[in-house]
T-cell receptor, first 115, second 111 residues
Framework: NAGVTQTPKFQVLKTGQSMTLQCAQD?????MSWYRQDPGMGLRLIHY???????DQGEVPNGYNVSRSTTEDFPLRLLSAAPSQTSVYFC??????????????FGQGTRLTVV | KQEVTQIPAALSVPEGENLVLNCSFT??????LQWFRQDPGKGLTSLLL?????REQTSGRLNASLDKSSGRSTLYIAASQPGDSATYLC??????????FGTGTRLTIIP
């Protein structure tokens, strides 16, 4: 089982450049989300989606865009990279169940450095 | 503000000992709580998920408990092994699907 697949694994960007982090899952999960992980701050929610065509902002959405055209894919776009966006980015997915979700599955992460 | 706290930030234990990792949260109206393991440079691996109606869950040498009234969860690891060395993260769904994470406890098992 592939689970949640993120690409690329590593990326270096110059300030002002744009790029898209890819996330795909093969478990037919309705819920997908993006987090960033920074030292001493834990994982923080950037954007999430409860199904195709539906997205919403998390705790730290500024500077990022998302879209959800299919159940499987949930790309994260950096519009104009800034050094403050240097971080490790994780994509996660899960089934929706009632008001919440089932067990969350995470990708292996994308380590992004903005210089 | 709904917060999740994990203390201590780091813990070293001799191999073979039983140990407890702690997670506290500020709001008792949770939907579920999940424990993850993260190895250096890797993603998160789900260990146990406890629904709000449950008191504990077990998987092998791991046992997670949940006490909503006191806002606490513990992860018990029996007969620790060097392979258990990792960072353990607690995440809480406060009444909906969004997870709020603690900053983790870095566990080192000393051979």
């Amino acid at each position: 089982n592939a689970g949640v697949t993120q690409t690329p694994k590593f990326q270096v960007l110059k300030t002002g450049q744009s790029m898209t982090l890819q996330c795909a899952q093969d478990m037919n999960h309705e819920y997908m989300s993006w987090y960033r992980q920074d030292p001493g701050m834990g994982l923080r929610l950037i954007h999430y989606s409860v199904g195709a065509g539906i997205t919403d902002q998390g705790e730290v959405p500024n500077g990022y865009n998302v879209s959800r055209s299919t159940t499987e894919d949930f790309p994260l776009r950096l519009l104009s990279a800034a050094p403050s966006q240097t971080s490790v980015y994780f994509c996660a997915s899960s089934y929706r169940q009632g008001r919440g979700n089932t067990e969350a599955f995470f990708g292996q992460g994308t380590r992004l450095t903005v210089v | 503000k709904q917060e999740v706290t994990q203390i201590p930030a780091a813990l070293s234990v001799p191999e073979g000992e039983n140990l407890v990792l702690n997670c506290s949260f500020t709001d008792s109206a949770i939907y579920n709580l999940q424990w993850f393991r993260q190895d250096p440079g890797k993603g998160l691996t789900s260990l146990l998920l406890i629904q709000s109606s449950q008191r504990e869950q077990t998987s092998g040498r791991l046992n997670a408990s949940l006490d909503k009234s006191s806002g606490r969860s513990t992860l018990y690891i029996a007969a620790s092994q060097p392979g258990d060395s990792a960072t353990y993260l607690c995440a809480v769904a406060f009444g909906n699907e969004k997870l709020t994470f603690g900053t983790g406890t870095r566990l080192t098992i000393i051979p």
